[in-house]
């Protein structure tokens, strides 16, 4: 099973990017999947995860409030939409899987996400 994340790239603040991460190999299923991040000479932060069940919702709280999780059942995908970057969003974005909160078990390869000022 791998977790594969798409859609990173260079944005100037104040714009917008969309994440995903889709599962491949044997079926995957975990509780909740998520995202962290990790900017450079900066530990690994949480950023956003969401209940494959209920469809709950958890968030940072630097990115509370212009960050959306989702995610798409059918397709084993799960998204990130980021509204109103920042330059201090720029990071890699790994996307994660797991059985409790917040999901650590399995992790994607990571994808970079440059934010201008």
């Known amino acids: 099973v791998q977790l594969a994340e798409s859609g990173g790239g260079l944005v100037q603040a104040g714009g917008s990017l969309r994440l995903s991460c889709t599962a491949s190999?044997?079926?995957?299923?975990?509780?909740?999947r998520g995202w962290f991040r990790q900017a450079p000479g900066k530990e690994r932060e949480f950023v956003a995860a969401?209940?494959?069940?209920?469809?709950?919702?958890y968030y940072s709280d630097p990115v509370k409030g212009r960050f959306t999780i989702s995610r798409d059942r059918t397709s084993n995908t799960v998204y990130l939409q980021m509204n109103n970057l920042k330059p201090e969003d720029t990071a890699v974005y790994y996307c994660?899987?797991?059985?409790?909160?917040?999901?650590?078990?399995?992790w994607g390869q990571g994808t970079q996400v440059t934010v201008s000022s």
């Open positions: 994660t899987g797991g059985s409790t909160y917040p999901p650590r078990d399995k």
């Open positions: 190999g044997r079926t995957y299923s975990s509780h909740i």
């Open positions: 969401i209940r494959q069940n209920s469809g709950n919702t």
